[in-house]
């Protein structure tokens, strides 16, 4: 790459289109929030993920990239390279939300992609190798748990097939989801599932609040934590709540009371580096005056060590049954990831394109999970972070400042273009 080459794509970016992409993209899903605030609620799949795709694929057309998706819902936007053999370079991020989400997770990444590509060609560059912006099917695991579903097929992290079966709340099957998907888009160039990519980059918000603490720009993103995610089934028995001695009583509710309880125990952590979350309790039939028949719970538990994600995790069923004092109680594990390293390669490409064009960084781990996390076994992987406010994210809350988003965008245009040229 000649000099000058990377500064002309980086003076493409536009801070003011990507700004109103963002809040265009942030219609689709949008709802209000205790008077204050716009969230989003797009769950992968949906009549509004297609919309929001649709759109996507509208802005995409007008620069020349190619679209195509693949046979798992991933959806990817192509410029050509100068040897259209040799293996693109990958960056993107997802398009779904949480239920009470906000308006940078995920679309953030795909956007400022689309930025990042749509500056290289308006600057007349055209990298040795193509790039391609993906956005992945499923990442939240809002709708279907669990999340990156769409890049764990890609990468070959577990079979396409595995997640046929999944339902959403109304009984629909992931994979009947998929296939009216793929039917509503059969217009759409069809590719095969998965390649190695030369490399992969993943824009975000932090989700956290270091990077605006610290005041810096750019936060180079060092690997994610390990997640492992599970489902608890407590069974008990149906009775009146009002004539049903307590000594009589298989209580469900009872039992997952205790159950967490012990749980809290065998995750404490004094320094607060675990993550241990409870936050979705089903109860059956959910009636005030009725003994709970069934609870079904999640656990969410994280952490960047991967003997502590192991050794704690594989004790979570025998802490779950000694719990147990009058019902019965299984445990099924859903989504495993190991710690993931990022390496040197990708963050290094982001720490030189930052401070090429000034920008303060630090390196830090993530402790949300990522699509990224699935390519790490696939090819050289990295993140870059921008600031959100106040670090709240999975709420309606979540912001950026439009500087911040362009400050990304830049970093990563043109670290796009040191790794296609590479
Ligand atoms: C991703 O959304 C996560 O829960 O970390
Ligand atoms: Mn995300
Ligand atoms: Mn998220």
């Not at 956007?111 to 099917?137: F, Q």
């Not at 009947?176 to 030369?198: C, F, K, N, W």
């Not at 696939?378 to 670090?391: A, E, K, L, Q, S």
């Amino acid at each position: 790459m000649s000099e000058g080459v990377a500064p002309n794509a980086v003076a493409a970016v536009d801070e003011g289109r990507l700004w109103q992409r963002l809040m265009q993209m942030a219609e689709i899903g949008g709802f209000d929030f205790e008077d204050e605030h716009k969230g989003v609620n797009r769950p992968c799949l949906t009549e509004l993920d297609r919309t929001a795709r649709r759109l996507l694929i509208t802005w995409a057309g007008k620069l020349g990239a190619a679209v195509s998706v693949d046979p798992a819902g991933n959806l990817f936007l192509r410029i050509e390279g100068q040897d259209p053999s040799l293996p693109p370079v990958l960056t993107g991020s997802h398009m779904d939300s949480q239920p009470q989400g906000g308006r940078f997770d995920g679309i953030y990444g795909v956007l400022a992609g689309l930025e990042a590509i749509e500056a290289i060609a308006a600057a007349g560059i055209r990298p040795k190798r193509a790039i391609e912006v993906v956005a992945w099917t499923n990442e939240e695991g809002g709708r279907y748990a669990p999340g990156c579903t769409g890049s764990m097929s890609f990468t070959g992290f577990k079979p396409m097939s595995a997640f046929d079966d999944l339902t959403d709340q109304d009984g629909i099957r992931y994979a009947d989801a998929l296939a009216e998907q793929m039917a509503l888009e059969s217009d759409l160039a069809r590719r095969p599932l998965g390649y190695v990519p030369h490399a992969y980059l993943e824009a975000h918000i932090e989700q956290g609040p270091r990077l605006e603490a610290e005041a810096k720009d750019i936060g180079v993103v060092t690997g994610i934590q390990g997640s492992r995610w599970f489902t608890v089934t407590i069974e008990g028995r149906l009775d009146h709540a009002g004539t049903t001695p307590l000594a009589l009583r298989r209580d469900a509710v009872q039992d997952m009371i205790r159950a967490v309880t012990a749980l809290n125990a065998l995750m404490h952590d004094p320094d607060d580096v675990l993550r241990f979350t409870v936050a979705s309790i089903r109860v059956e039939p959910d009636t005030s005056n009725s003994i709970a028949r069934k609870v079904v719970f999640t656990i969410d538990f994280r952490h960047p060590d991967k003997a502590v994600l192991i050794a704690r995790g594989d004790a979570i069923a025998g802490v779950v049954q000694a719990a147990m004092k009058t019902c019965t109680a299984t445990v099924h594990e859903r989504f495993h990831a190991l710690p993931a390293d990022f390496g040197e390669t990708v963050p290094g490409a982001v720490a030189a394109a930052a401070s090429a064009q000034g920008l303060s960084a630090i390196r830090m781990p993530s402790g949300a999970f990522h699509d990224a996390q699935f390519l790490v076994p696939v090819c050289p992987t990295g993140m870059m972070f921008i600031p959100c406010r106040n670090g709240v994210s999975h709420h309606p809350a979540e912001y950026s400042e439009p500087g911040a988003c362009a400050n990304g965008a830049r970093v990563l245009a043109q670290a796009l273009l040191t790794l296609a040229n590479s």
